[in-house]
């Protein structure tokens, strides 16, 4: 069921929780080739920066390598996430993600994702 701007409501931001701070890297390809990149990159982030509220902030493309000579985009995304638990961390950041990339969904191997997650100063 959509929630607002026709988006799914479970892909909503977690609200902000008591809990610890963590530190979330996500990398995930973009296989709309690199000069179509460079056209949805500032998009991308713009709508990344967008979602940061009171559980995650900081929100931001951390790198982009490329991969082959036109094939894809290797984008890594950090942000700092205020969650119950791990779980509840990551949870957020895909959210967030899947939130700003949204536009250009088609764009992301979303099964090539990996994360690292790691306590963050309190």
Excluded: C, K, N
Aim: a neutral charge; aromatic letters at 10%.
């Amino acid at each position: 069921m959509p929630g607002r701007a026709g988006r799914p409501r479970h892909l909503r931001p977690v609200p902000a929780p008591e809990g610890t701070r963590y530190q979330v890297r996500l990398s995930v390809a973009w296989i709309g080739g690199w000069r179509v990149w460079g056209a949805v990159s500032g998009g991308f982030e713009q709508h990344l920066a967008a979602q940061q509220g009171p559980a995650v902030a900081d929100a931001h493309i951390d790198s982009e390598r490329r991969r082959g000579r036109d094939y894809y985009v290797a984008v890594t995304v950090s942000m700092t996430v205020r969650a119950a638990d791990v779980a509840q961390a990551l949870t957020a950041a895909w959210d967030t993600f899947r939130l700003a990339a949204a536009d250009d969904a088609e764009g992301w191997d979303l099964a090539s994702a990996a994360a690292e997650i790691w306590p963050g100063e309190q």
